[in-house]
């Protein structure tokens, strides 16, 4: 009888395999040292954390907090999902527009065109990489204090986010319809939009989803810088070491995370669920 | 008659590999050919450099009487939307109704002037379609007996289904010419039969001319007038169907 050989572990390159293992637990042990992780630390601390809860769930007490600073943390949730939502849908639009732009022969197939696809690329990587501090840093420097500051911040990191994706997913799409379009006399532009779009839909609802979500969650930090919504208030509270009311506010950033995630899952296994009919 | 497809000693090659190796041949109106020959022989490739969907090094194609080389962007649109094209597969857009895939075939209609570019815009979907290009593709889906099916999404349509939509996307065009590489290759027996069949009697009925390649010699044989044979990028054999008689069939094959 024929009996198959065991093969060795690291395949039919066993050094390879053990010198990548070895490089990689150095690369760790370099990195932790470097991050100053350290429990003793940890532990040795926790006399500061007890303060920060013993003092951020108090008894009951009505006067700790009025309903006109309710109102106003209310108002403020509100003003952030406003940006959030905004900045994503003006960051779509746009991000959609230079994905067509970025995506590899999609709008135009020439060697001049590939730097025109190469150039908005790089845009769209410079809107990703630099992170949204420093971008909503730069808005307010730029359009003052406040909610606008916030909003532009939100539209250019969902460009940076949409741009890349969108731009994959037309991609992966299967080009062979839009070749049966442009052979029978149809436009380029026109195939892009009645064959490789519309086979993309799923996937860019799904990333537009996305999108909303990371949205929502910048949003809620921009304030810390000044460019609105409840961060601001968070910041100050914290400043003042109003830790119950801090712990208010974060309560509600909690809810609002959570309600916009199980929406954005919810309308995501829809759009699964209508392409597996 | 004239010739409307004129195809004059051309070459082709992918890379360094020659594939075609001077391929002529003449297609009068309202002939139709067959397309026979062993896999890799070139049919798909010969389908494609006809279409322009590739370059051709050397040698002359002319469609309509138009050397289809040398044409600006526009001029050929114009020149391929009198063309009709069937692949053997992922010729429809798989998350739009068939309806829209139809509509889909007046996209080439003269696409020369601004104005119509605004109507191509309507075009991309059925929803948005002017009445006159809705009602004309029910039309061509009802010819391919598909009018109950008009909403299905193209996807959820069985092979020779979406097949014969692709056919009523060919006809919404108007064609003067229809190119099918392997139309019925991925169905099954009566599917094809079924397919091959629509095409003869559209084509027979509207005068349209045809080309498409086929493994299955009596589809050849039954759906067309003349035959034409591939070996290793020439035309070996080309004759009235009739008068080519099997054993040589058999020969091209080996
Ligand atoms: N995109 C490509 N790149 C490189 N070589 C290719 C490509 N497409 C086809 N070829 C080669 O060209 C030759 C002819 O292929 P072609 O598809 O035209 O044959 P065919 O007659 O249509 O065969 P089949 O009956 O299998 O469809 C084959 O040798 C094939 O390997
Ligand atoms: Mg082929």
Redesign the pocket.
């Known amino acids: 009888m024929h009996r198959a050989a065991v093969p060795p572990r690291f395949g039919n390159r066993p050094i390879a395999g053990f010198l990548a293992v070895i490089l990689f637990l150095l690369v760790s042990a370099w990195c932790f040292g470097g991050s100053g992780f350290s429990i003793a630390q940890l532990l040795g601390s926790s006399e500061y954390l007890l303060r920060f809860l013993r003092e951020a769930f108090p008894p009951i007490d009505e006067h700790r907090l009025t309903f006109e600073q309710f109102h106003r943390y209310w108002l403020a949730l509100i003003e952030t999902f406003q940006m959030a939502f905004a900045g994503t849908l003006l960051g779509l639009v746009i991000g959609f527009i230079l994905a067509l732009f970025a995506s590899r022969g999609l709008m135009f197939e020439s060697p001049r065109s590939n730097l025109l696809q190469w150039s908005v690329k790089m845009l769209i990587s410079l809107f990703r990489t630099v992170p949204d501090l420093v971008w909503a840093i730069i808005f307010v420097m730029v359009v003052g204090l406040g909610a606008f500051a916030g909003t532009l911040t939100i539209m250019v990191d969902t460009i940076g986010f949409c741009g890349r994706f969108f731009a994959e997913e037309m991609e992966d799409v299967d080009r062979s319809s839009a070749e049966a379009l442009s052979a029978s006399g149809a436009r380029r532009f026109d195939t892009v939009f009645a064959a490789v779009v519309p086979a993309a839909t799923p996937g860019l609802i799904t990333t537009s989803l996305f999108a909303f979500e990371k949205a929502i969650r910048s949003s809620v930090v921009l304030g810390l810088v000044g460019a609105g919504g409840i961060g601001l208030e968070l910041q100050s509270l914290m400043n003042w070491m109003a830790y119950d009311r801090a712990m208010v506010i974060i309560g509600m950033i909690f809810v609002l995370v959570l309600v916009v995630e199980q929406l954005s899952s919810y309308f995501r296994k829809l759009v699964m669920k209508n392409e597996q009919q | 008659m004239a010739a409307i497809v004129t195809a004059e000693d051309i070459a082709m090659s992918?890379?360094n590999?020659p594939?075609l190796k001077g391929v002529s041949f003449e297609l009068e109106a309202g002939e139709s050919l067959s397309l026979i020959?062993?896999?890799?022989?070139?049919?798909?490739?010969?389908i494609r450099c006809l279409l322009r969907l590739e370059p051709i090094i050397a040698g002359r194609i002319s469609l309509f009487g138009r050397e289809i080389q040398n044409l600006k962007p526009s001029e050929l649109r114009s020149t391929r939307c009198r063309v009709g094209v069937v692949f053997q597969r992922h010729n429809l857009v798989p998350r739009l109704s068939a309806l829209s895939n139809v509509v889909h075939g007046a996209l080439g209609r003269n696409t020369q002037s601004f104005g119509s570019m605004i109507s191509g815009i309507s075009l991309w979907s059925h929803i948005t379609a002017g009445r006159v290009h809705r009602e004309r593709a029910m039309e061509c889906l009802d010819r391919v007996n598909l009018a109950d099916l008009a909403h299905r999404r193209a996807d959820s349509l069985s092979g020779g289904q979406s097949q014969r939509v692709a056919i009523a996307r060919a006809l919404m065009q108007d064609p003067d010419l229809i190119i099918a590489?392997?139309p019925a290759a991925s169905l099954d027996p009566i599917a094809g039969e079924e397919v091959m069949g629509l095409f003869s009697e559209l084509c027979r009925e509207a005068g349209v001319s045809l080309i498409f390649?086929t493994?299955n010699i009596s589809h050849a044989v039954d759906f067309a007038d003349r035959m034409m044979a591939?070996k290793s990028g020439r035309i070996s054999l080309d004759g009235r169907t009739g008068s080519v008689d099997l054993q040589a069939l058999k020969a091209e094959y080996a």
């Open positions: 992918y890379g590999t594939i020959g062993s896999n890799g022989a070139g049919k798909s490739t010969l590489d392997e390649s493994h591939m």
